[in-house]
């Protein structure tokens, strides 16, 4: 289940993009840094979907 503010659609889905573009601007703060999206996943992604963190970890591990 998902708990939603009650904001009017239109705010939650603004809300939404925004938050996905500021991660991709904190990505770049890095040389390293990479934007990963693990569709279908909540706040718990380790929980929800641990072989994609999993796999982005090795990812981040692995590349020179």
Do not use: C, W, Y
Not at 25 to 49: C, K
């Amino acid at each position: 289940d998902v708990i939603n503010p009650g904001l009017p659609p239109e705010l939650e889905t603004a809300l939404a993009n925004l938050f996905v573009e500021q991660q991709k601007r904190l990505a770049t703060l890095s040389t390293n840094g990479v934007q990963v999206i693990i569709p279908d996943s909540g706040h718990n992604m380790p929980r929800e979907n641990p072989g994609a963190v999993i796999n982005a970890i090795r990812e981040m591990i692995v590349k020179p």
